[in-house]
């Protein structure tokens, strides 16, 4: 298995801040072993694959009992392995035995972790098209339906691809404990715009238009949406910016709805930061 930067080795001398200051924000489950336990040697690919493929939302500590007794011993570790979770610097709960993977990701799911949709970089398909990921998750989806994170991976992916219509469908079948995830309210934000550009010109066109006349905001309008939805947040966020500059009360303020809205869909809080001055300079 890749090393993933998820997980590590905890001793005695890291241990108060790599496992309990750091479950303040991170989850951390504790993997208590030893190199004669068969059982650990079963357990151990299962818990690492896990912890690369939830990227992020859990980190996995390795504590090889033989070399640091010392932390068996507080955690009254008595047969290996012996697993816990250590969530808001406390011992939340645990299990023992190498458990099915199955039975792990239940034991995450009972504690509120799910898979992140933020890919590492080491989890990355090289050059993987909206297509092909959609391909992708359909299968994982096919072989783990007990799993929704990976339906919501879908919908962004589907929206990725320019399929607004199936995006939606996926969304709004999400289990409510993800419908209010951070990436879901994003993608419905997403969604709105694109409901924005139905009928509307080309981005090739847009641009045409918005260049051989400055003052044809509308066509800055749907071009900023355009460019936000194809990943180009800053050159979007400019096209609303112009028109919020030309004529503020342009369509009932849009350019200022437009502001905020995408704010709440880009995931890059220094560019956010950066346009809500700008925005605030503009208006006041």
Known sequence: MAESTHVFDATETNF????????????????????????????????????VEYSGSFRLAKVDTEAEMQL????????LPTVVLVKDGQLIDGFAG?????????????????PSMIA???????????????????????????????????????????????????LDALPAKLATDDKAVRLRNQLEFARALDGAP?????????????????????????????????????????VLKTQRDWQDGQAKKRLIAAFNVIDDADLVSGYRRKMAAVLF
């Not at 190498?98 to 799910?114: D, M, N, Q, V, Y």
């Not at 990355?124 to 297509?131: F, S």
């Not at 990976?150 to 929206?159: G, N, R, V, Y």
């Open 120 to 170: 590492e970089p080491e989890d990355l398909l090289v050059d993987e098209t909206p297509t092909e990921a959609i391909n992708r998750l359909q299968q994982e989806i096919a072989a783990q339906p007990d799993q929704p994170a990976l339906k919501l991976e879908l919908a962004l992916a589907l929206m990725q691809s320019g399929n607004a219509a199936a995006a939606e469908a996926e």
């Open 98 to 114: 190498a458990l099915p993977e199955s039975a792990i990701r239940e034991f995450l799911t009972k504690h509120g972790i799910a």
């Open 72 to 79: 068996a011993s507080i955690f009254g570790v008595r047969s």
């Open 16 to 51: 108060e801040n790599e496992v309990i200051k750091a479950s303040l924000q991170t989850p951390v489950l504790v993997d208590f072993w030893a190199e004669w336990c068969a059982p650990c040697r079963q357990l151990k690919p299962v818990l690492e694959k896990l912890a």
């Open 202 to 242: 080309a981005l090739a066109e847009l641009r045409e238009r918005a260049e051989r006349d400055p003052s044809d905001l509308s066509a800055r309008d749907l071009l900023g949406i355009r460019l936000l939805l194809a990943g180009d947040a800053a050159a979007g966020l400019d096209q609303f910016l112009h």
